[in-house]
Nanobody, 123 residues
């Protein structure tokens, strides 16, 4: 069972919008924060946006005012609404969560990652 499962990545034209979704498996609990990172070809993975269980958000400067991260604490799901997309936003987007698990071993304050979903912004 995958820890985090993303969906929503696809090809979109510049200026368009896209919404990514990510759901945590039942193996993860006490999630302090969730969010999104991305990795463009030839570049390092970078933070896009995160949100705590209390609703505090953090955004990369490059996406402020265009992207919005939200979260449902009840079912441990997070979304990334991306508006006014640019070609520079093209990347594999990874869901991230910091929480606890008992599987396969007990861990607290652990980082979990999804497999990624590809977003391509091109005309």
């Amino acid at each position: 069972q995958e820890d985090l499962v993303e969906s929503g990545g696809e090809l979109v034209q510049p200026g368009g919008s896209l919404r990514l979704s990510c759901a945590a498996s039942g193996n993860i609990f006490s999630i302090a924060a969730m969010g999104w990172y991305r990795q463009a070809p030839g570049k390092q993975r970078e933070l896009v946006a995160t949100i705590t269980s209390g609703g505090r958000t953090n955004y990369a400067d490059s996406v402020k005012g265009r992207f919005t991260v939200t979260r449902n604490n009840f079912n441990n799901t997070t979304w990334l609404q991306m508006n006014r997309l640019k070609p520079d936003d093209t990347a594999v987007y990874y869901c991230w969560a910091n929480g606890a698990t008992m599987t396969p071993v007990e861990r607290y304050g652990a980082d979990f990652w999804g497999k990624g979903t590809l977003v391509t912004v091109s005309s």
